[in-house]
């Protein structure tokens, strides 16, 4: 991309982000910029913090999902010494307003770009709160061997040390990076760190070093444009082709507590959700109020999945719950916005209760 953008540049992204529907038409080619030998690498922006607007005041207060993404480009201008980057305002919006639509909408487009000859990898830029889930949906829905890197922030991107410019920088310099591509799967940077899709994990509300791969480590790091990954460990594809979905099944989560009632438990099942996923206490395991509503759940052919609200270690089968007798499935490392995700598109495909727990033992 020409860094040099004018105010038509700027007006343009403004026009984006307030014009929810529009963000399609508005896209900056790198095509039209002269071919410099350098990758090509396309930017779908979704808001987050790091497209965030602060008061520039204690406390801050913010907007996240306020910038366009050609403004926050023009603030690393290091950037096109690594790629040419092409921008695309998919959406503005604080990742706490993720749904599945947009799910949906963003695996098409991510799927579409990346077939593009003109493209050798992509970065999305994403709010941190629901960073981890969009990840592992698209790790499961898109089916390019083309490096994906997922980005965010969490300081606004006008206060001091604002961390979006570094963590963009960086997430360039591991898509273009050879060796990213010869690993494969969706990965996110953030503070100088690389994590693959399905592991990572927000561990903090407010710190830049806020995610972590709490069961298998991060996969490399980032210093100075430089990429260094550990040593390689293999990664499975099985998709799962939404090309043409218009909805997933609805599926819930539990949170499991001291003196927990099945009350959520027969909302859901009420409510007519065809999965629901435990946010267990220790290794998945729960009061026996709710074990008994979960139970009946599954007699009434709702699928429902046992993770753990710990944050690491993997929930075992048939330890302290007998999975086999009530027909539970057990989320093994996916934590419980992860297993929801998984048991989204599992549904898609299967009720039966063994192929969906071979699906959480493989992917
Ligand atoms: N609420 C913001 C979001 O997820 C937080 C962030 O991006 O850090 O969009």
Not at 72 to 84: F, H, K, S, T, Y
Not at 104 to 123: F, G, T, W, Y
Not at 163 to 180: H, K, Q, R, S
Not at 293 to 316: Q, T
Request: hydrophobic share 45%; net charge negative; aromatic share 4%.
């Amino acid at each position: 991309m020409d860094t040099g953008m004018g105010m038509l540049s700027w007006l343009k992204s403004v026009a984006t982000a307030l014009l929810p529907g529009a963000n399609d038409d508005v896209v900056n080619e790198a095509d039209e910029a002269e071919d410099s030998g350098l990758p090509a690498v396309y930017l779908l922006a979704t808001g987050g913090t790091i497209a965030g607007v602060g008061s520039g005041a204690e406390p801050v207060v913010y907007r996240a999902g306020a910038v366009g993404v050609e403004t926050l480009v023009e603030a690393i201008p290091g950037i096109n010494q690594l790629a040419r980057v092409s921008v695309e305002q998919f959406a503005n919006i604080g990742s706490q307003d993720m749904d599945d639509a947009r799910w949906l909408k963003l695996s098409r487009r991510v799927n579409e770009v990346l077939a593009r000859d003109d493209v050798d990898a992509l970065v999305v830029t994403h709010g941190t709160d629901t960073l981890e889930e969009t990840a592992y949906f698209l790790d499961l829905t898109v089916a390019s061997a083309k490096p994906v890197i997922l980005v965010g922030a969490m300081r606004p991107s006008n206060e001091i040390s604002a961390d979006g410019p570094a963590n963009l920088l960086d997430a360039v310099a591991v898509a273009v990076n050879p060796e990213t591509r010869t690993r494969g799967g969706i990965m996110a940077v953030m503070h100088g760190d690389v994590f693959e899709a399905r592991d990572l994990v927000k561990i903090s509300t407010v710190s830049p070093q806020a995610f972590a791969a709490p069961n298998y480590g991060p996969l490399g790091h980032v210093y100075n444009g430089q990429v260094i990954f550990r040593p390689q460990s293999g990664h499975e594809l099985e998709l799962f082709d939404v090309a043409t979905l218009e909805a997933l099944p609805a599926v819930g989560i539990v949170y499991a507590h001291a003196n927990a009632s099945a009350v959520p438990v027969k909302a859901l099942v009420e409510a007519e959700y065809q999965g629901i996923v435990l946010a267990g206490v220790g290794n998945g395991n729960v009061h026996h109020q709710l074990l008994e509503a979960l139970a009946e759940a599954a007699r009434a052919g709702v699928v429902v999945v046992r993770a753990s609200r710990v944050l690491s270690g993997p929930v075992v089968r048939n330890v302290e719950v007998d999975d086999e007798r009530y027909g539970f499935i057990a989320a093994g490392t996916l934590n419980p916005q992860k297993a929801r995700v998984l048991l989204q598109l599992a549904l898609t495909r299967t009720r039966e209760p063994g192929e969906i727990q071979a699906l959480f033992e493989r992917l």
